[in-house]
């Protein structure tokens, strides 16, 4: 049986990235940290942080880093010029690198999040981006760089980590599998791992985007104690 670490133990929050303006772009830096090193020695020690950030629409997610357009293909052009609306916009969610491949962020777009709160419920709704977008895409993105610094030496402040062959040419991260098969050896991740991280990360971001959202959802100033 793993030995869970506390909540307190994994994760601090950056509290001075705050409200830029009120319904702007809001974000906040989660760092962590985690040893796996005992029951996955591909994985290792995680020590990382990733920005958690919301905006009223898709255009938001441009200004969080350098290269936004870079590393998503996505555009600020075409994201200004798309007509959204409560269940269709440019960008939903995104997670990826910018900043070169040293950070990652995790964009959530509240209008349409706001769309699907409506339409399905509120927290059905907060339950499914959150898990979707931080449970499973930036969790991948953590693992893979854990991988890459504590497996394959890599300096990960540049984005050598993303392109790196981890078995099978690059571009094809480590895959999660049940169990450890050297005949396989993409399979670098078991599923109780990423479960386990995957909570922690939600656990972390969960608590400071239903705040970001309450600017747009005022029934959840309650939950939140404002």
Known sequence: MKRIKTFNEFVSVNEDEGTEQKLGVVKKEIAFSFD??????????????????MSPDSTGVFSLGTDVEQFSGLKLEEAEAYD???????????????????????????????GDAKENGLWPALFEIISHEVGIHVTRKI?????????????????????????????????????FDKADPMIMINEEDFAT??????????????EMFSEYAPELKTVIGK
């Open 84 to 114: 959204e609306k409560p269940d269709d916009a440019y960008i939903y969610g995104l997670c990826n690198m910018m900043n070169g491949g040293k950070d990652f962020y995790c964009f959530i777009n509240a209008g349409r999040l706001l």
């Open 143 to 179: 693992l893979t760089r854990a991988i890459a610094k504590n497996k394959y030496d890599i300096d990960c402040t540049d984005d050598k980590w993303v392109k790196n062959d981890y078995g099978n040419g690059e571009y094809n991260w480590p895959a999660m599998g049940d169990v």
């Open 36 to 53: 796996l090193s005992e029951y996955n020695k591909d994985i290792g020690v995680i020590e990382d942080t990733f920005t958690i950030a």
């Open 197 to 210: 991280i995957a909570g922690y990360l939600v656990k972390a971001a969960a608590p400071h985007f239903i």
